[in-house]
DNA sequence: GCGGCGCGGATGTGATCACAAATATCGGCG
DNA sequence: CGCCGATATTTGTGATCACATCCGCGCCGC
């Protein structure tokens, strides 16, 4: 009911605005687990006044991408070893399923897009692009749920993503190390064979070899 | 920071209390689907300003509890039978983990307290008491989850109960027509007996059955 | 040297206000 | 009698302000 500002970037309100770009930051791996910000900084930041940062700030708290302590001070959640075993295992319950229901409706130009997005991860990993890593890998799933049409499960699963997202960068530093199974390259096989079981398969075993890279990470660092 | 109020209830800010008045009033499905609220009549009810109100719808829309228009009116969604159908497929892969999670956690008292919660249920169903059922199924399905000490798979189901339950009201005109299996009763003789499979697939398919409930009410109002 | 105390800045909360857009209401015209 | 347009009301948005609390830091006493 106000767009009132005049230059407004495209028409949306401030609050959604800001929430974007929280959002972007938190899922890019821009924010640091455990760091800390303040509605006077983000409003500054973004140009607004603190009513809107706070309405994005608290939105981001509902869907646990950042959280308060008791006296209200803001911080990105650092998540202990039991809390991220729990967030894998929903997205190793749900992925598989939106896989499954994207199936069908993926035509050929999704998987050439997905094929690039693969291959754009591949030359992050090589090129020591931790952002455009977690950007490219994140662009790879959503590319493929979205084509699922159920809006409701998405929304479960970006919510994890969310709370999982601080640490994908820090799983980069990893991926070097361990020998990896490409699970991306057969979930595109799978794709193009028709093949449900083998996807849903695939998409599963690369959440939990996603889990297994953070889990010695959570372990070195103990709890919260 | 501010707890301003004199008579406040129990510290709590007045944008918390917000939020968990309406919560319960979604939940017990008090606020009918495609109901709509203003915030000024949210913030009067309960005697607060806007900002507290709007906060607190913010946070139930970004749980999806609540709907906003393009044009920022609020109402209760009205999903159709699409998202319905998302919801409960959610809850099935969710729910049993959370029962069996909490399996090994589950003590006597816990039984017990289910088994009264049960009773109760059906004295509800017998009395033709809707919102003592579905607050009661609720807290059936709450007592065991909580033991799963699973807070994050917990946040994922109550955000879809949230948008599940302004229907389960509405289920509760056909539990006379059905003969109803009791998968209750199956769940807590599965938790007696420290039978994992058993307890998950009585958590399943009482989902299930919720969800075949609801099919045919969400088709004759098709679609929103 | 060290620990507790107090003060000042920083921070979230909530109320109020002006404003713009959407909706509802009502009167006039065909 | 019905439909459309103008106006009034309703409603969400965002800025600003006063306030209570919390955190950090330096000072004083032991």
Request: hydrophobic content about 50%.
């Amino acid at each position: 009911m106000a767009l009132p500002d005049p230059q407004e970037i495209a028409g949306l309100p401030a609050h959604e605005r800001v929430y974007r770009a929280l959002r972007a930051r938190i899922l890019s791996g821009e924010m640091a687990p455990g760091e800390s910000v303040t509605l006077r900084g983000i409003a500054e930041d973004l140009g607004v006044s603190m009513t809107p940062a706070r309405e994005a700030v608290r939105r981001l708290v509902a869907e646990r991408g950042l959280e308060m302590t008791a006296s209200g001070r803001i911080s990105v959640p650092v998540p202990g070893a039991a809390r991220l075993e729990e967030l894998f295992r929903a997205r190793e319950l749900l992925e598989p399923e939106l896989a499954v229901r994207a199936l069908p409706r993926v035509n050929k130009q999704v998987i050439s897009r997905m094929k690039a997005l693969d291959a754009a991860i591949e030359r992050c990993m090589a090129g020591g692009d931790a952002l455009g890593y977690v950007r490219a890998n994140n662009a790879f799933h959503t590319t493929l749920y979205e084509q699922a049409e159920a809006p409701a499960l998405v929304a479960l699963v970006e919510s994890v993503w969310l709370q999982t997202a601080p640490f994908m960068r820090r799983i980069y530093g990893r991926l070097g190390t361990a020998a990896l199974a490409d699970y991306h390259e057969a979930a595109l096989r799978a794709l193009e064979a028709g093949d449900a079981r083998a996807l849903a398969e695939a998409i599963r075993q690369d959440v939990a070899q996603g889990a297994a890279l953070l889990r010695p990470a959570a372990l070195d660092q103990t709890d919260l």
